[in-house]
């Protein structure tokens, strides 16, 4: 089992900047890959960003040149830099970790952004 913990959210001004960390605990050895999702109110759930344990990342475009996905290995720590934040990316933004060989698809609770035009 894996338990992920986020936090950074909260309320900031269009143009401003968070950062969302996700502490993992558990069996994470076996980690693969660890994305940052998001929920806004009456949508789906969307991939924000994404990084594979050789460090490899992925965005999506409308976060592209404005949010960095990182990780710190020693603190099993992946953080999502967000820069220039618009109204629009005001959701609920999750941290996922995936664990392939188990079959392990784990969810953190959520912590919620909210941008103010």
């Known amino acids: 089992q894996v338990q992920l913990v986020e936090s950074g959210g909260g309320l900031v001004q269009a143009g401003g900047s968070l950062r969302l960390s996700c502490a993992a605990s558990?069996?994470?050895?076996?980690?693969?890959?660890m994305g940052w999702y998001r929920q806004a109110p009456g949508k789906q759930r969307e991939l924000v960003a994404a990084?594979?344990?050789?460090?490899?990342?992925n965005y999506a475009d409308s976060v592209k040149g404005r949010f960095t996905i990182s990780r710190d290995n020693a603190k099993n720590t992946v953080y999502l830099q967000m820069n220039s934040l618009k109204p629009e990316d005001t959701a609920v933004y999750y941290c996922?970790?995936?664990?392939?060989?188990?079959?392990?698809?784990?969810w953190g609770q959520g912590t919620q952004v909210t941008v103010s035009s």
């Open positions: 558990g069996s994470i050895f076996s980690i693969n890959y």
């Open positions: 990084i594979w344990r050789g460090g490899s990342t």
């Open positions: 996922n970790a995936q664990d392939p060989g188990a079959n392990g698809n784990y």
